[in-house]
């Protein structure tokens, strides 16, 4: 089935400890995006690429990093957690940043950091 | 600063039609976007606006006006499934999306 898949769904994690979550499309989508949501806080962009090869940073980058080795793998990577980290985050892609581009969702890693 | 007002939550009978509202203050604009959000899942791509009137697509309607920094969403004839959040979201001059908190729609029988 066509679409984006995240791993791991949920997870806790202890503060200071690193954690990758996994971001995998199969529409050959050019561009890609990892977003954060808070509750009563809209979605918050924190990395984004264009393009293989390529990453730009969002809103709130602090904290992670993300990389693009290939055109469908997009990690985002918390080097050490911190609580202030503890949230749903959504892997998302799009055809080409920009326009009318629609952007599909992965179904989200719900993390918490204590 | 970038600005997405949306009312938090809103509730309406089965049957009905309601109209979410949304205002914005960005810097620039691309378009905006409305997307659909059942709990603990994953928002899907409702309609996209960049010129201003209405869109129409079923049930759902999206209408514009750029001079006054405004959307809606119009839902008709509500079934329980619509129970979501909806959220609004703008392109701005970046091509980056700012997103409102989201509407929180109960519908009820």
């Known amino acids: 089935i066509a679409g984006i898949t995240q791993a791991p769904t949920s997870q806790i994690l202890a503060a200071g400890r690193r954690m990758t979550l996994r971001c995998t499309q199969d529409m050959r989508h050019n561009a890609m995006y990892w977003y954060r949501q808070d509750l009563g806080l809209g979605l918050r962009l924190i990395h984004y690429s264009n393009t293989a090869g390529t990453t730009g940073k969002g809103e709130v980058p602090d904290g992670y990093s993300v990389s693009r080795a290939n055109t469908d793998d997009f990690p985002l990577t918390l080097a050490s957690a911190v609580p202030s980290q503890t949230s749903v985050y959504f892997c998302?892609?799009?055809?080409?940043?920009?326009?009318?581009?629609?952007?599909?969702f992965g179904p989200g890693t719900r993390l918490t950091v204590l | 600063g970038q600005n997405i007002d949306q009312p938090t939550e809103m509730t309406a009978t089965e049957g009905a039609i309601v109209q979410i509202n949304c205002t914005y203050q960005t810097s620039g604009f691309n378009g905006l976007f409305w997307y659909q959000q059942h709990a603990g899942e994953a928002p899907t791509f409702l309609s996209y606006n960049v010129l201003d009137g209405l869109e129409e697509k079923g049930r759902f309607s999206s209408f514009l006006s750029r001079s006054k920094g405004y959307s809606y969403l119009l839902l008709k004839e509500l079934q329980m499934k619509d129970s979501a959040s909806y959220l609004c979201?703008?392109?701005?001059?970046?091509?980056?999306?700012?997103w409102g908190a989201g509407t929180k729609l109960i519908i009820k029988p």
């Open positions: 998302a892609s799009s055809e080409k940043r920009g326009g009318t581009d629609t952007q599909y």
């Open positions: 979201a703008v392109m701005d001059s970046n091509y980056q999306l700012i």
